[in-house]
């Protein structure tokens, strides 16, 4: 299977099933001297492993990541990281009514068509459990991008109809839902809690900021930055819909109101206001970064659903198993990891841009 790499100068690619015997993740060009631990690595997976509460699937995983190779010494080597995180409590049982059955708004349909054949237990390769690899490569990420003082806050802007009012920053971890907003938290659970009532699922929107990025990262092409960030978060199989910015709220704007006007602070071009969120042209302009990411409700729910077998006859269906009423508030490091793993991969490649750079570092001039 071709596509499961991602990345240029910081390159990653994730392996393993649902249910088979583990999942992971190498990380290729990760620079020599970042302070690594399982530790630093196992705070970013308690963030997306099941059972954190009753939003989500009751798998019991630990998701205890291992790491394999790439490090000595609590220091990166430079050579190839690899990072393991071995399954614990599959229920294969669970998924044998739907061996022969097209599951609504799963990738069952289309993965058989081009393979001829699919893993019917979790989904396999197209399961959410793929994005342990991500998660444990952007952790390895953010640790090397906060030595430069590039930060993340990802949080959950709405589920369904209900959006955070305010940004407290504080209050994100304060409830289960990752909002930051305590009492828009307290009305998203009521509505999730009626989802549940009626074996429904429910959607959001996951925003990501991130602070501390100089200006001149990205492209002005093929490899914008906006157009890589959008890429890695749409790689993530829930995700249906990315804005940068002012978004799709932009074509309802003026270039009077959308232009951000130029100033200068503290002796430095900066912006006024950063409708562009951040990145102009592709590239980084120095400002805070801002994205938001649309993922859909969860495909699995209890109602009975209409659907086609593969042999072609219609058929009824009620999924059954462990599965989250809203992949919202795991998908939230998912996403700060996938932009992780993309402003490094854009920092590294932006080394090379300049012959003055290189001057520096081989000349010493």
Known sequence: MAGSSFGNNFRIATWGESHGKGLGVVVDGCPAGVALTEEDIQKYMNR?????????TARREGDTVEILSGVFEGVTTGTPISLMVRNQDQRSGDYSNIAEIFRPGHADFSYREKYGIRDYRGGGRSSGR?????????????????????????????????????????????????????????EAAAYLEECMKHKDSAGGVVECWIDGVPAGIGDPVFDKLDARLAGAVFSIGAVKGFEIGEGFAAAKSNGSRNNDPFVVRDGRVAKETNHAGGILGGISDGSRII?????????????PQHTVDIY???????????????????????????????ILDGVLTDLGCRMEDLRRKYVGC
């Open 291 to 303: 994205f938001r990411a649309a993922v859909k409700p969860t495909p699995s729910i209890s109602q």
């Open 312 to 342: 072609g006859q219609e058929r009824e269906i009620e999924i059954h198993g462990r599965h989250d009423p809203v992949i919202v508030p795991r998908a939230v490091v998912v996403v700060e990891s996938m932009a992780a793993i993309t």
């Open 48 to 56: 997306r492993k099941p059972g954190q509460s009753k939003y989500t």
């Open 130 to 186: 793929e994005t342990i690899g991500r998660v444990a490569a952007g952790a390895v990420a953010a640790k090397a991008l906060g030595e430069l003082g590039i930060t993340f806050t990802t949080f959950t802007r709405s589920i369904g109809p209900v959006e955070a009012a305010s940004a407290n920053v504080e209050e994100i971890f304060e409830n289960a839902l990752y909002m930051p907003d305590n009492s828009a938290a307290a």
